[in-house]
């Protein structure tokens, strides 16, 4: 197992390409092609505005304004997140061909998945900076350090879960349904369209074995509350769970590898 | 010094696709990394049965066997896209696989891009893949369409960008399955062209294919695969020999297996005419053109589906053929037969009562339900005088100088008017076989002589 870890490093070339191939198809023949990246989340953030301030203006409470920044800083990491599952689920099936026909490194796909849904975060995060800037939201740069250290163990986490994932539907075509319900009710469970202070006392405790919690907490301490950062260490431990489910997932991966072949 | 390819002992055997045991291997396969784990044998399928050989480096080694013989599977297990269930696969050197031309191709992107993605899918670096672009995108001969999307490419254009590239990653050990169709005459010359250039840099080549020619001509050695087990190894020529004689064989008895249902399906059709679409002059297949216009329905029906239209058997059974065989010049009846034999047709018929009005008479037909030749004794002003008891006829054909194809013959007893006595209408197949690929219907009796200054080179 671990030595088809380290062959990872010598595909870095391979993972890049395929990346950029993913991007550049994925808006291929429409009109404004890679500014969708931009405008969605710009549209998402429009709409949550609209909701919370003329629909349901009393859903939160006012220390919490701007509301729609709020969960705005949620929604985008989590789209990253919920894409990169759902996406990695299919994307051995899709790329069967490869796998049957061509000598080729299978576990190169959920990556692929998960960064090329990463650059999607990556081009959304300049709108959330313009946003935060509107709104002049004070931003601790110290606290903004922590930003990429979030960002790793969300990579690793998902990773490792797209590993599980898409090894796993090969076998269990139900999956691919099953995850999309799935994944709506970890949204709602996870504290994305409401803070964790918001929720009542006695769900804090399911709260916080959820790792998503933690997660998303840290991007709203760095990008909404005021500093100084105070989650640091849930997310380290989350960090050192996340290696632990990376490398359970390559382990199931990395098992079921003959499989994919003849099960494709 | 070490072959290119070792393929030792090697098994393979595959789950049947059964829904319900997917758990057991999913199981297995995480406990203990077997993908068949507790799987019983009615559960499997065995591919390949130990099987050995070698290739040497600079041999161009070709594998040959019907469908379903266990070639692709052998090619996957070298090519290391599957693990051999048994056995090991050594290969020294970079693989190059043309198994599937083009996958990995996305339909969206240019073929400019596509290259780059395929060449370093395939193990370039970004760098060799820029040397190699212009010879490439010659190769495939795309110059003027490299930078349209692949998916509006044609079938042919995107087989030949696949091919080009997969055969620029300059392998050691060349996989090739089957591709050799994917364009017209000058690519495929180019593609034979690029093979003997690796050979000659003394680079593997190992062909998966069912043209024997090209493995009569391009292969230093072959082996022949039958379900899944090795059945000869060797000089080329005597391998396709071997496996060329099997075929035969199995199409034998698959031909009698054939004929014996059609004539068990006309036994049951024992009327006195003949199917109305059937109806016409029982001339013993002599399809006179003046004729036509009497019988426009089923001269119409014959040409438009061959053999389909009117197989059966009718007649008032008077005269009934009993036994029909065909032979071959060692005088065993059988179907297949070389072009040239000498070939006769033996029917055994009977009479119960004294009969002084008759006609014996053959059709030969081809695929396409052309009738090729007809005659009968009356045409041949043979004068009937009487048939009683059981009697043989035999129609002998001393050179029977077809080209390669099935053919079906009509044999039948009827009056001189036409009143059929027994009608058996294309119910009896054999097949020509020829190691000349010539076409059209009929091979007159020829030579080539030739003068002056032209010369051939002496096989």
Redesign the interface.
Known sequence: MFSSLAKLARYR??IQ??VV?DL??RY??SVLGFFWSFFNPALLLFIYTFVFTKVLPSSHPASMEPFALFMFCGILPWTWFSSSLLESSNTLIAGG????????PAEVLPIVTVLANMVHFFLGLPILAAFVFYYQRPIDPVELLWLPVIVLVQLILSTGLAFFLSALTV??RDLKDLLGNLLTLWFFATPIIYSVEMAPADMRWWLNINPMTHLMRSYQEVLFFDGPFGHQRWLLALGAGSIVVFLAGYF?FD??R??F??EV | MTPAIDVINVSKIYRRYARRRQFATLKSALLDGSLLGDLKPDETFQALRNVSFSVPKGCTYGVIGSNGSGKSTLLKCVAGITRPTEGEVKVDGRISALIELGAGFHPEISGRENIFINGIMLGLSKKEVQRRFDEIVEFAEMQDFIDAPVKTYSSGMYMRLGFAVAIHVDPEVLLVDEVLAVGDQGFTHKCLDKFSEFRRRNKSILLVTHSLDLVEKFCDEAHWLDKGISKGEGDPKKVVAAYVMNVEDSEQHSLAKAEAARLAASAKNVTGAPPVAEERDPGSGVRDPEEAPLNPVDDAETTRDGFKATEGRWGTREIEITKVSISGPDGESGHVFQSGDDIKVHMTMTAKEPITDFVFGLGLFNADGVCIYGTNTNLEEFQPSQIVGECSVTFEMDSLDLIEGTYRLDLAAHKADGYPYDYHRLLYTFRIKSRVRDVGIYRPAHRWDFGGGITFKAE
């Open positions: 070339a391979l390409t395929l191939r550049k198809a291929r023949g061909n490869l796998i049957k026909k061509v000598l080729f076998h269990f199931v098992r079921l003959d499989s072949a003849e």
